[in-house]
């Protein structure tokens, strides 16, 4: 087997990325607001996003959904810089 076919073997799918980041969000989020409710919803959507993964996974080549998954990673960003900013201030306290 070749690495290429190696690497696309055992890296996750764009799917599969997406349905763990809403369960690390989910779980994240659930504990800080103490909302076991909130952790279920947010692994149902990632399983939701993972169910139609074929699809998405084709549309990830296009222009326009790169473009809003930029811009959304952007978002993440900015909101992981934020609270990054805001514990180190308060640490500084």
């Given at each position: 087997?070749?690495e290429?076919?190696?690497?696309?073997?055992?890296?996750?799918?764009?799917?599969?990325?997406?349905?763990?980041?809403?369960?690390?969000?989910?779980d994240?989020?659930?504990?800080v607001f103490?909302?076991?409710?909130?952790?279920a919803?947010?692994?149902?959507?990632?399983?939701?996003?993972?169910?139609s993964?074929?699809?998405l996974?084709?549309?990830?080549?296009?222009?326009?959904?790169?473009?809003?998954?930029?811009k959304?990673?952007?978002?993440?960003?900015?909101?992981?810089?934020?609270?990054?900013?805001?514990?180190?201030?308060?640490?500084?306290?």
């Open positions: 087997m070749e290429d076919q190696k690497k696309q073997t055992c890296e996750p799918k764009p799917g599969e990325n997406l349905k763990q980041m809403f369960i690390a969000f989910g994240a989020f659930s504990e103490n909302d076991p409710e909130l952790k919803k947010a692994k149902e959507f990632g399983e939701a996003a993972t169910a993964a074929q699809q996974g084709r549309r990830f080549k296009d222009d326009d959904v790169k473009e809003r998954f930029h959304a990673g952007e978002a993440a960003e900015t909101f992981g810089k934020s609270v990054a900013e805001y514990f180190k201030s308060d640490k500084q306290k």
